[in-house]
C-alpha cells in the first residue's frame, strides 16, 4: 500500500467515524425522549388502573405526539446515515456539487450547530457536475466546512457559492468570523496538513485562498 493510499484510508476512516458518532449521539438523544415519554404513558395507565386519576385524552395526544415527531427524527437520522453508507459504492462517478454540499451540511449539521455558525448557500444556477469519487468529495468537503465553521473559535458566517466557468468548476466558501479576521500565521495553516493535500491531490482538485475576501476554494479543472 503506498504511502497515499494509507493516508486516504486513515483519512477516510476519521471520517466515517466522526459523521456516525454525531449521527448515533442524535439517535441516542431521539431513544432518550422516546423512552421519557413512554414512561410518562405508563405512569398515566398505571394511575388510571388504579381509580386514583382518569385517564387525560389531551395529555395522551400531546405525548404520543411527542413520541411521533422523534420517530420521524429517527428515521430521517437513519436515511442520512444510510445514504452516508453507500457513498463508497462506486469508486468514480458523476456528482453534482451542489446537492453533495447539501447533504453533508445535513449530515454535519449537528456539529455546526455546536460551533454557532450561520452558513447561508448560494444554489448554482445550473448543475455543477464534476466525475469523482463520492466518499472521499464529501470529506473534502466537510474538510473545508470544518475549517470555515470551526477554526478560529467564534460564531463564523459562512457564504458558499458555486462557479462553473469555461476553466473549472469550484466550491466557493467566503467567511466573516464575528469579531476579527483571520491573522496570516492562520492562513498559512489552513489546507497545509498531509492528509488535506492528499485528498486534494487524489480528487484532482485544487485549493486557492483569497485573503482579500477572507474564503477559499475548491477548483476543479475541466474535463475536455
Known sequence: ??????????????????????????????????????????????????????????????????LQNQVQRADKVLTKLNRFSHSVDVSNQDVDLGQTLGFVLDLASRLIEMQGAIVEVVPPASPVIVNTNLFFL??????????????????????????NDTAASSIEFLIQAATKQWDEKQWDEFFTSEKDNTLARYLGLTIKTNKEKNGFGLFWPKQI
Open 1 to 66: 500500500m503506498t504511502q497515499d493510499n494509507q493516508i486516504l484510508t486513515q483519512t477516510g476512516m476519521q471520517f466515517f467515524g466522526k459523521m456516525t458518532a454525531s449521527a448515533t449521539h442524535e439517535l441516542k438523544n431521539n431513544l432518550a425522549i422516546i423512552n421519557e415519554n413512554a414512561g410518562l404513558l405508563e405512569d398515566l395507565s398505571m394511575m388510571a388502573q388504579g381509580n386514583r386519576k382518569p385517564l387525560e385524552i389531551e395529555r395522551i395526544e400531546t405525548i404520543s405526539q411527542r
Open 138 to 163: 464529501e470529506n473534502m468537503i466537510w474538510r473545508a466546512l470544518e475549517i470555515a465553521c470551526c477554526s478560529t473559535g467564534q460564531k463564523n458566517q459562512v457564504s458558499i457559492s458555486f462557479g
